[in-house]
């Protein structure tokens, strides 16, 4: 069974009150549990991670290979625009990795257009609100299946 990591970077413990309208409704939670069940249905387990810390996110990646994991979903929020640290822990395991946004961050301010991380994963979802999260799990399940 593939185990996937789901990375959450900073505020997004906040979704569901924190800006609607850009962010939508749902909870984190809500998405993990959706997510999980998604997981299921596609043959594989899913560990989730939500810090707040560019530390804590850098050690839980640089873990991702002595844990077992075969791919990774990340949002790592506002530090994707500014996190090289992230951007070399994901080209140090170098696994497949799927960038995910729920807002279209290209319609949005312009220090949003740059991504550190997008260049060190295989591709990035964004736009789809939460919905965001499943594609980027099918897109990942996709690419580990076309590997073998
Ligand atoms: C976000 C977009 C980022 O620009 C922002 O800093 C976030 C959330 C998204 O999922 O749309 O915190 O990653």
């Known amino acids: 069974m593939k185990k996937i990591l789901l990375i959450n970077g900073p505020n997004l413990q906040l979704l569901g009150v924190r800006e609607p309208g850009i962010y939508g409704v749902k909870t984190l939670p809500e998405i993990v549990a ?3 069940e998604y997981a299921v249905e596609l043959g594989c387990e899913l560990e989730d991670f939500q810090s707040n810390s560019e530390g804590a996110l850098v050690d839980k990646i640089g873990g ?3 844990a077992g994991v075969d791919g990774i ?3 790592p929020a506002a530090y994707t625009h500014t996190s090289v640290a992230l951007r070399d ?3 140090a395991v170098a696994l497949p990795a799927v960038e995910v946004h729920l807002s279209n961050v290209q ?3 312009d220090f949003r257009h740059k991504s550190y991380t997008a260049a060190k994963c295989v591709g990035v979802i964004a736009g789809f609100g939460a919905f965001s999260y499943r594609l980027a799990l099918q897109a990942l399940v996709n690419h ?3 590997l073998k």
């Open 107 to 109: 319609e949005r301010e």
């Open 144 to 146: 580990l299946d076309s």
């Open 73 to 75: 979903i990340i949002n």
């Open 34 to 36: 959706d997510l999980r």
């Open 64 to 66: 991702s290979l002595a």
């Open 89 to 91: 822990a994901l080209a």
